[in-house]
């Protein structure tokens, strides 16, 4: 009897565990036995591995060969086991030396010629090695750029099983990451491209300095999207840590670009207003993908159309607005996903939409039941609210408007400000700051507070949407250059919380 050892990752959300692969060759009728709770595709696999051994020229072992996956509780998903499987069974069957399989880590799937095809999740498969003290990662070579993202850890990449088989033997060499990567370049057109709403302007800028989340309600054709798309532009670039953040859950959704695999800008995510709960969130069957929410996170999640969007999806948003991530429970397991983005929202007024408001034919019941949809505790989540109205005129002045690099300058210095002042703590905006350090720690002077407790007093917001608006205060303080929020700064928030949906 023989036994053989090789080692993979199973990735569950953003999370990776290492999983030993051990192969038991031994007497019996020719056959191939998986064992360790594998999904129907790893079943699948015991033909792919067969077939790619032996059409690389090796011999299958003759004899009953049984593949145990541990740890044998945690459910085993999709094909990313394959070169890990193939391994084993070559080292069972004294094909291949174990002296480099021991502190390796074999990621890819294979097809039936024994090429190595890529998999979903190898960044933050890379990641989970590196901290479980591998010191070797072998990944499909068209991954080979994503996996060398990750220091600390030699990466290494392989085409064929051929390559593989004789990289283990030390007759060859694999495939290393080469040069730098290519700088991604913003997409999503220039802040200067729109013309008047100087308010609607004002209040993007000062949702880009604080990470806040905005509605933009107004008539079809206002321009309500092309701000909404230039928010990005106005944002500063991901830190080191943001980006492979960020890179490893697109990684997951296999939504990287082979050309730029690094995501170095804040990402736009825009779902259509038919989009279900379980694309919203994450979900699926199987190993549950990341969502919109997830795929958006660091970045921009833009609802358009919010007003048609489903119920169900909206209230949904509760839990990633307020905590920044999301948990997937599925009878597995639970799989987390961050999710800190800013959600825009754009809607229409009323069902009718025309041009001038005048011209609404729709009855009182119907307008309140259009935005009705937009719940009192979704709404408290939503810091800044503005209504467009039609541009009289100047929507063909000759004067070109502020640029998004202008602009940016402007977000860049406001947040520079409040990552200074939160720094100690752990946050880098205005947005994540929680409610009780604002009110405790950093409680503004009494003055400056009179308002809030005033709106308070009276029931026009509740204590979630007065701890909002003092947290807009501190970015329009940080916007005008100031120490702390004055008066004048208070009742700009409250002014955006209190205006918006007619």
Known sequence: MALGRAHSVAVTGVDGQLVEI????????????????????????????RAAVANSG?????GRVILALSPATLPKVGSVYDL??????????????????????LLGELALDGRVRRVRGVLP????????????????????????????????????????IDWLRGDGELHRPEGLLPPAERTGGDLSEVVGQNEARWALEVAAAGGH?????????????????????LLPPLTETESLEVTAIHSVAGTLSGEHPLITAPPFVAPHHSTSVSAMVGGGTGSARPGAVSRAHRGVLFLDECAEISTKVLEALRTPLEEGEIRIARRDGVARY?????????????????????????????????????????????????????????AFAAQEAESSEVVRERVAAARAAAVARWREY?????????????????????????????????????????????????TMCDLRGGEVPAVQDVLQALNFRQRGVA
Request: proline share 8%; net charge positive; with cysteine.
């Open 125 to 164: 498969a890379v990641l989970a090695a590196r901290k479980a003290g591998r010191t070797t990662a072998v990944v499909p070579e068209c991954a080979l750029m994503e996996a060398g993202l990750v220091d600390g850890i030699a990466v290494l990449g392989a085409a064929t099983l051929r390559e593989l």
């Open 338 to 394: 961050p999710a800190r983005f800013q959600l825009i929202l754009a809607a229409n007024p009323c069902p009718c939409a025309p041009a001038r408001d005048v011209d609404c034919i729709c009855a009182p019941l119907a307008r309140r039941r259009y935005l009705g949809k937009l719940s009192g505790p979704l709404m408290d989540r939503i810091d800044i609210w503005v209504q467009m109205y039609g541009q009289a005129a100047g």
């Open 213 to 233: 989340h905005l509605l933009l309600t107004g008539p079809p054709g206002i321009g309500k999207t092309m701000l909404a798309q230039r928010l990005p532009s």
């Open 22 to 49: 051990e192969a038991d060759v031994g007497q019996g009728l020719p056959s191939i036995h998986l064992v360790g709770l594998p999904d129907t595709t790893l079943q699948e696999s015991r033909d792919r591995v």
């Open 58 to 62: 090796e011999k299958w072992p003759d």
């Open 84 to 105: 890990a499987l193939a391994a084993a069974v070559l080292d069972a069957g004294d094909s291949v030396p174990a002296k480099r399989l021991s502190g390796t880590v």
């Open 426 to 474: 752990g946050w880098s905006t205005n947005a994540e700051v929680p409610g009780h350090v604002l009110r405790q720690r950093f409680r503004l002077p009494r003055e400056s507070l009179a308002p809030v407790e005033n709106a308070l007093r009276h029931g026009r917001m509740s204590a979630r949407g007065a701890d909002r608006a003092i947290r807009v205060a501190w």
